[in-house]
């Protein structure tokens, strides 16, 4: 069980500032989603929190210890981290970079490569090499190897954004349904999905936190619209409200 907190978080870019004077606390379990306009500051913010960032000013601590004190080995059992783009060294294929995902953590058995296939339909493409893949299909191999290790908590950045609907709600089922007792924390681009699966919502914009709480009470709160400069209108439907921005 992990629990992250960041203090203070501020990361400088170029004489720009990214994030600024950034605080949260995240238990050990939970769905969470981080969303915000273009350049709010979000994928850098998770790329602090994962220890793959180095900030400017404040700290983040895993558990009672300073994340960045940590050795990489140690960072990487607690942490797993899904970057928004990647690019791996040499053109291998879907088995050999799942069987990378699981090697990192040296108790698994080799059956974890099975139920990663299995889960996120790479069966079809496994002797496939990345450069063959489309966007979609390289989402899922990454999502394989994270998940395949089922990391404590799991920083995964808009995972879903280049796949089709159904894949996509297929990864946010899969990233809430660990979140039981594990902690999920995403970066979302889809606020229906956002809205409709997640705990708890953190808005960010110029690299600040305007808004955090539980998602079904945020869906109604203007910071919301503030934040990406729109007017939503709130829908009604069996699954509660949907956002229309007008």
């Known amino acids: 069980m992990t629990t992250i907190a960041a203090e203070g978080l501020t990361l400088r870019r170029g004489g720009a500032t990214l994030v600024h004077d950034l605080s949260l606390s995240l238990g050990p379990t939970g769905s969470v989603a981080v969303i915000g306009p273009n350049g709010a500051g979000k994928s850098m913010t998770l790329k602090m929190l994962a220890g793959i960032e180095t900030p400017s000013g404040g700290k983040v601590r895993l558990g009672d210890r300073d994340l960045a004190q940590l050795s990489h080995k140690a960072r990487a059992q607690a942490i797993g981290y899904l970057p928004q783009h990647f690019e791996p060294h040499w053109d291998l294929t879907v088995e050999d970079l799942v069987r990378l995902g699981v090697e990192r953590a040296d108790h698994l058995p080799d059956s974890a490569i099975e139920s990663a296939v299995a889960t996120f339909e790479l069966a079809a493409l496994r002797d496939r090499r990345w450069s063959t893949l489309s966007g979609g299909e390289r989402a899922r191999v990454l999502l394989a190897m994270v998940l395949a290790v089922d990391p404590p908590?799991?920083?995964?950045?808009?995972?879903?954004?280049?796949?089709?609907?159904?894949?996509?709600?297929?990864v946010v089922e899969t990233l809430v349904r660990r979140a039981a007792d594990r902690l999920s924390?995403?970066?979302?681009?889809?606020?229906?999905?956002?809205?409709?699966?997640f705990e708890r919502v953190i808005v960010l914009d110029r690299g600040q936190i305007v808004a955090d709480g539980l998602a079904r009470q945020l869906i109604e709160d203007e910071r919301l619209d503030a934040a990406f400069g729109v007017t939503f209108e709130r829908l009604k439907t069996p699954h509660g409200l949907l956002l229309r921005a007008t």
Do not use: K, Q
């Not at 995964?156 to 894949?167: F, G, K």
């Open 185 to 197: 924390v995403v970066v979302m681009h889809d606020l229906d999905l956002t809205f409709r699966y």
């Open 153 to 170: 908590a799991l920083l995964a950045d808009e995972p879903a954004a280049s796949l089709d609907i159904r894949h996509r709600i297929d």
